[in-house]
């Protein structure tokens, strides 16, 4: 059922994202069709858990729907990180001071395949604590919320929590808490 991929070229090269214009032949009718797809790096979602049963999570401003949102700690896998849990180390330190002894691989989900070609890494982040402050970059402005675990479901099923990767974060982490 692969398409097979007859022609690509870059149409745009930004900084966090490339979008490129692939031809592809269908397996079934042999005809070619246009796509277009946005190339960007892995990415890592944490759910970091404090010995006091609190999720650590952050609300900002997200540009796309221009609104400010409740999410896990989450970020881009940099050149620089020698693996995913490293990337979710820093991410989780950077982001809200806070580390934990281990990250527990979750698992690992496309973001989006219909347009997308990277992954989302997941990962529980088990006796989370604060260890110093943030180190935010110059395109963050970020607030740190404690939030007991018994609510965490209801803030997803009001909408609260409506980023779609925090939320399948925090359903992959919610039985193992």
Excluded at 34 to 45: A, C, G, H, R
Excluded at 95 to 112: I, K, M, R
Excluded at 146 to 169: D, F, K, N, W
Aim: net charge negative; hydrophobic share 40%.
């Amino acid at each position: 059922m692969d398409w097979k991929l007859v022609s690509a070229e870059l149409i745009l090269r930004r900084r966090i994202f490339n979008v490129w214009q692939q031809r592809r032949r269908s397996p079934r009718t042999g005809q070619e069709h246009e796509f277009d797809v946005l190339e960007t790096s892995d990415w890592v979602n944490v759910v970091p858990v404090t010995p006091d049963r609190r999720v650590v999570l952050v609300r900002q401003f997200r540009h796309g729907i221009g609104q400010t949102t409740l999410e896990v700690p989450a970020g881009l896998i940099d050149p620089a990180d020698v693996s995913p849990t490293h990337a979710g180390a820093r991410e989780l330190r950077e982001e809200t001071g806070y580390a934990a002894a281990d990250l527990v691989p979750l698992g690992v989900v496309h973001p989006n395949p219909a347009i997308q070609n990277n992954r989302c890494h997941i990962f529980l982040a088990r006796d989370a604590c604060r260890v110093g402050e943030v180190q935010w970059d110059h395109t963050e402005e970020i607030a740190v919320e404690l939030v007991p675990v018994g609510e965490i479901g209801p803030l997803i099923e009001s909408g609260e929590i409506s980023h779609a990767l925090a939320v399948t974060a925090l359903l992959l982490a919610l039985p193992r808490l």
